[in-house]
């Protein structure tokens, strides 16, 4: 199985910029994965954020933050990442790190514990 460890959430200010990672280990090879990134506020349900393929070579974004986060990975080193600018108090959330079962669905077969997002003034 593969596990996913998330980490680069914290406290920002409205404007602020933060980059999320997460190393992957274990299971199938990270490159053979479609993968990406969702968020959780308390109260609500789970919400998809972006997603990337295998090779990198197609992402996808929810409205909510396309044009402000950037998702891109790095197959030598297991890892992903959330650029996130421009970032607004609506992004707060705990942001979760998945393996996808495919790019476009919105099916995941791995997460990762999470990682705190905050945005306040």
């Known amino acids: 199985q593969m596990q996913l460890v998330e980490s680069g959430g914290g406290l920002a200010q409205p404007g602020d910029s933060l980059k999320l990672s997460c190393v992957a280990s274990?299971?199938?090879?990270?490159?053979?994965?479609?993968m990406g990134w969702f968020r959780q506020t308390p109260g609500k349900e789970r919400e998809f954020v972006a997603a990337v393929s295998w090779a990198a070579g197609e992402t996808y974004y929810a409205e909510a933050v396309k044009g402000r986060f950037t998702i891109s990975r790095d197959n030598a080193k297991n890892t992903l990442y959330l650029q996130m600018n421009d970032l607004k108090p609506e992004d707060t959330a705990v942001y979760y790190c998945?393996?996808?079962?495919?790019?476009?669905?919105?099916?995941?077969?791995?997460r990762g514990q999470g990682t705190q997002v905050t945005v306040s003034s």
């Open positions: 274990g299971g199938m090879p990270f490159k053979d994965y479609t």
């Open positions: 998945t393996k996808l079962e495919s790019f476009g669905s919105r099916h995941y077969t791995a």
